[in-house]
């Protein structure tokens, strides 16, 4: 294993928690590079987003970027290679997506206890791990 993708979002810690440490245990067993994403979400519908401020997206991607920075300095240990990446748009489109840009070996991914919602739409998790082309470890 040389690469792996280990999706956060920064927001939620109870969401990256448990994925965080196994990715870390990972990398250090293989001497394997970490690359770190967080998606901002996209709007859904157009209508939606002409509520927002033009120049959301952006500052939207500046402040996850600075975050993702923090996060990275805060709980990533010193030898591991790792790479920030932030991205804006469909959440698990956008992790299949840098999976295949960055040609993981594996993407490492926090999952929680499904509620009636996730099964009428489907968590993002399980769609990563039904259409990704590597190996999904998902860490409940």
């Given at each position: 294993m040389k690469t792996i993708l280990l999706p956060v979002d920064i927001f939620h810690p109870t969401g990256w928690e448990r994925s965080l440490a196994h990715a870390i245990?990972?990398?250090?067993?293989?001497?394997?590079?970490?690359?770190?994403?967080?998606?901002?979400?996209?709007?859904?519908?157009?209508?939606?987003?002409?509520?927002?401020?033009?120049?959301?997206?952006?500052?939207?991607?500046?402040?996850?970027?600075?975050?993702?920075?923090?996060?990275?300095?805060?709980?990533?240990?010193?030898?591991?290679?790792?790479?920030?990446?932030?991205?804006?748009?469909?959440?698990?489109?956008?992790?299949?997506?840098?999976?295949?840009?960055?040609?993981?070996d594996m993407i490492v991914m926090a999952s929680h206890r499904p509620e009636m919602q996730d099964y009428l739409l489907g968590p993002n998790v399980a769609r990563v791990v039904r259409h990704a082309r590597q190996s999904v470890c998902v860490i409940r």
């Open positions: 245990s990972l990398a250090q067993q293989h001497g394997a590079a970490l690359h770190v994403l967080a998606v901002i979400p996209d709007y859904g519908m157009p209508m939606v987003g002409s509520f927002f401020p033009k120049d959301y997206s952006k500052n939207a991607l500046k402040e996850a970027k600075t975050k993702l920075d923090e996060f990275i300095n805060a709980n990533i240990p010193d030898g591991i290679k790792v790479t920030p990446h932030v991205k804006h748009g469909n959440i698990y489109k956008e992790i299949l997506a840098g999976a295949d840009a960055l040609d993981v």
